[in-house]
């Protein structure tokens, strides 16, 4: 009975113990002084540490909310980033969990193959993929605008969602220079659902477009890739 007691306080002794996070302290942080909203408050790699998910982004914090670190946790045995693995995941995971219907959705061909993109009309790569996807068939691809660059930017995708036909205005806007021209005669208040993509994006950590989603393969790019690359990731599955 000694020898086990001893084992029991040596193991208490040695080994690091959690210490319970203080979530109230956690949130008056983040929440109260920084106004950032948390998704999540889980243990890290590191006893005494927490891990934050604030807008979309990974924070570190200590169990009484006194330091917190903004950057990315590698570990030094293997020099693997564990917050970017992070991020891929939770970002995958809310993917798969889309609004659709604040989307842009156009259709080609049959439309069996599924992508998603968010863009900015004033984004040069962007209407360069739009090009690319032109030489793309089969596909439903569904595009949510996040007006970044310039308040023009937010002008256009305004008139692009109030367009009689979202789909031909945003294309022949990309692909031709047509500017869009909100359909009169009928009620649109574009704002929310642009409000809505944006703080999507944002949780999404998409700082930039176009940014593309693939859901049958769950491939993440971040930028621009040719019709070929597309068509590859489109007929990839997960498994």
Do not use: H
């Not at 992508?115 to 691809?141: H, S």
């Not at 649109?188 to 859901?215: E, H, M, W, Y």
């Amino acid at each position: 009975m000694k020898i086990k007691a001893l084992a029991l306080l040596f193991v208490s002794l040695v080994l690091p113990a959690y210490v319970q996070a203080d979530d109230n302290a956690i949130r008056a942080l983040f929440e109260g002084k920084l106004g950032s909203k948390i998704e999540q408050i889980n243990k890290s790699p590191i006893a005494g540490l927490y891990e934050v998910v604030v807008d979309g982004q990974f924070m570190y914090v200590d169990e009484k909310a006194n330091y917190f670190i903004a950057g990315s946790l590698v570990d030094a045995r293997t020099m693997k980033n564990v917050t970017a693995d992070k991020k891929v995941a939770l970002a995958e995971k809310k993917l798969g969990q889309l609004p659709y219907d604040q989307a842009v959705k156009l259709i080609r061909g049959n439309g069996k193959n599924v992508m998603v993109t968010f863009e900015d009309p004033n984004c040069g790569y962007c209407k360069k993929l739009a090009k690319e996807l032109k030489q793309v068939n089969d596909v439903t691809i569904y595009t949510f605008m996040i007006p970044i660059l310039s308040e023009d930017s937010a002008s256009k995708s305004k008139a692009i969602w109030c367009a009689a036909d979202r789909a031909k205005t945003w294309s022949d806007w990309m692909t031709n220079g047509v500017l869009p021209v909100a359909a009169t005669g009928r009620k649109c208040d574009a704002g929310p659902v642009l409000d809505k993509n944006l703080k999507l994006s944002q949780s999404l950590g998409i700082r930039g477009t176009p940014f593309i989603f693939f859901p049958a393969s769950k491939q993440q790019v971040g930028g621009f890739i040719p019709a070929a690359e597309i068509e590859k990731a489109l007929t990839k599955s997960d498994g």
